[in-house]
């Protein structure tokens, strides 16, 4: 299986930024190009929910209503990276963000059972 290990959490005040990034090593058998990754994010109480993601070949996006405009996914498939800027936050952005990967082409998937390999997670914290 891939490992997948996120950075770039932390604490940081409303209406601030933060860059967070997920490293993606690739497993004997598939290459990085050829999963669909995705960022989600949990809050204690909360079920996971899809923040953002990006097709293979990067060129492709989607966003949560909730962060369209404010956050931005990209990947770089030279460095085998996933990236989530983040802007404009607020308190309501505080959980643990996870990166995920599922293998295909349906970069649209938006359902996390549907992927099947995640990182460990990274928390971002917003205070008011």
């Known amino acids: 299986q891939p490992q997948l290990v996120e950075s770039g959490g932390g604490s940081v005040q409303a209406g601030g930024s933060l860059r967070l990034s997920c490293s993606f090593t690739e497993d004997a058998y598939y290459a990085y190009e050829t999963y669909c990754m995705a960022w989600f994010r949990q809050a204690p109480g909360n079920q996971r929910e899809a923040v953002a993601g990006?097709?293979?070949?990067?060129?492709?996006?989607w966003y949560s209503d909730s962060v369209k405009e404010r956050f931005a996914i990209s990947r770089d498939n030279d460095k085998k990276t996933v990236t989530l800027q983040m802007n404009s936050l607020n308190a309501g952005d505080s959980a643990t963000y996870y990166c995920?990967?599922?293998?295909?082409?349906?970069?649209?998937?938006?359902?996390?059972?549907?992927?099947?390999?995640w990182g460990q997670g990274t928390q971002v914290t917003v205070s008011s």
């Open positions: 990006v097709s293979n070949s990067g060129k492709d996006t």
């Open positions: 995920a990967a599922r293998r295909g082409l349906s970069w649209w998937v938006r359902d996390p059972d549907e992927y099947t390999d």
